[in-house]
T-cell receptor, first 114, second 112 residues
Framework: NAGVTQTPKFQVLKTGQSMTLQCAQD?????MSWYRQDPGMGLRLIHY???????DQGEVPNGYNVSRSTTEDFPLRLLSAAPSQTSVYFC?????????????FGSGTQLSVL | GDSVTQMEGPVTLSEEAFLTINCTYT??????LFWYVQYPGEGLQLLLK?????DKGSNKGFEATYRKETTSFHLEKGSVQVSDSAVYFC???????????FGKGTLLTVNP
C-alpha cells in the first residue's frame, strides 16, 4: 500500500515558469489537500477537495490552481511561479468519515523559484 | 478564526530527560486536537489525538490531555530518546470543515 505519493521530490523553477505538482493516493480517500510549509510559519492550507469534482480554497490559495477529476489524484498547478512560492509542499488525504480522522501525508516536494 | 499557539523552539534535551511542549488553542465550539510529528526529510504523521474534553491521547510514550478549561493540549514524555528528535506540530480541526489548523512547530533535538 503506497499511501500518498508526491512527485517530484525536488524542483527548481525560474520566475514565470509553470509546473504541476502531482499527488496520488491509493486509499480511496475522499478528502485531499495541499499545504505549504515555510520556516516559522508552520503548515498553511492552500486548497482542498472533499471529493471528485469538488475543490475549495484554503488559507493561501493565490497563485495556485487545483482540480480533482478522480478520487485518486489531486494535482497542484503553479501557473506563473514567483520567488514567494519557494517552499516545501505537502499533499495530504483523509477518509471523509469525520473531522477527527487523521491526515495521511506525502513525503513532500521541495520547490525553489529563482 | 481558529488558531494554535505552541512553544517556540528549538528545544534541546539530553537522553532520558522529561519533555513538555506547550500548546494552546483558540476555537469556538469543541474542536478535535492532534499532535503530529515530522522526522527529518519526511512528511508529517499523526502522533496522538483527543476528540473531547479530558480525553488523553497517548502513543510511543507521549501523552497529551485535552483541557478545555485552559484551552490547552500540552505534549509530554517522561524519558526522551535520540530517535524522538523531530519537529512536533499541534493542530486542531473544528466543526465539519475538515481543515486542520497547525501551530508553527517545535524542533526537538535529543542528544545522547
Amino acid at each position: 500500500n503506497a499511501g500518498v505519493t508526491q512527485t517530484p521530490k525536488f524542483q527548481v523553477l525560474k520566475t514565470g515558469q509553470s509546473m504541476t505538482l502531482q499527488c496520488a493516493q491509493d486509499m480511496n480517500h475522499e478528502y485531499m489537500s495541499w499545504y505549504r510549509q515555510d520556516p516559522g510559519m508552520g503548515l498553511r492550507l492552500i486548497h482542498y477537495s472533499v471529493g471528485a469534482g469538488i475543490t475549495d480554497q484554503g488559507e493561501v490559495p493565490n497563485g495556485y490552481n487545483v482540480s480533482r477529476s478522480t478520487t485518486e489524484d489531486f494535482p497542484l498547478r503553479l501557473l506563473s511561479a514567483a520567488p514567494s512560492q519557494t517552499s516545501v509542499y505537502f499533499c495530504a488525504s483523509s477518509p471523509r468519515r469525520g473531522t477527527n480522522e487523521k491526515l495521511f501525508f506525502g513525503s513532500g516536494t521541495q520547490l525553489s523559484v529563482l | 478564526g481558529d488558531s494554535v499557539t505552541q512553544m517556540e523552539g528549538p528545544v534541546t534535551l539530553s537522553e532520558e530527560a522529561f519533555l513538555t511542549i506547550n500548546c494552546t488553542y483558540t476555537a469556538t465550539g469543541y474542536p478535535s486536537l492532534f499532535w503530529y510529528v515530522q522526522y527529518p526529510g519526511e512528511g508529517l504523521q499523526l502522533l496522538l489525538k483527543a476528540t473531547k474534553a479530558d480525553d488523553k491521547g497517548s502513543n510511543k510514550g507521549f501523552e497529551a490531555t485535552y483541557r478545555k478549561e485552559t484551552t490547552s493540549f500540552h505534549l509530554e514524555k517522561g524519558s526522551v530518546q535520540v530517535s524522538d528528535s523531530a519537529v512536533y506540530f499541534c493542530a486542531l480541526v473544528n466543526g465539519s470543515n475538515y481543515k486542520l489548523t497547525f501551530g508553527k512547530g517545535t524542533l526537538l533535538t535529543v542528544n545522547p
